[in-house]
């Protein structure tokens, strides 16, 4: 399984919509409207690099709103239930 975060500049007017119609997308697992100078956030589950490349540049890109995507792809997840697990290794 391949993750990404896609950070996204949306028109200011249409952030609602682009947000729903980027959930729409197969491979979008979830979408925020975020702070700061980025308009939302997506989180990108696909198979492969092909995938992911119909999904951001193929789909994404193409929804009437953005105006620019930033892709990132994740090596590794980190979560907290995997780092709570690793410091009570041998503490029972």
């Known amino acids: 399984m391949l993750t990404a975060i896609v950070l996204i500049d949306a028109d200011s007017a249409r ?3 682009v947000a729903e119609e980027i959930t729409q997308i197969d491979g979008v697992s979830e979408a925020y409207s975020t702070t700061g100078d980025k308009d939302l956030i997506a989180i990108v589950r696909v198979t492969d690099h092909d995938h992911l490349a119909d999904v951001v540049a193929d789909k994404m890109g193409k929804v ?3 105006l620019n995507t930033t892709t990132y ?3 590794r997840t980190y979560s907290q239930h995997d ?4 410091f009570h ?3 029972d």
Do not use: D
Not at 83 to 86: F, G, M, R
């Open 15 to 17: 952030i609602p919509e």
């Open 64 to 66: 009437p709103g953005v």
């Open 73 to 75: 792809i994740a090596f």
């Open 83 to 86: 780092l709570e697990a690793a």
């Open 89 to 91: 290794i041998g503490l």
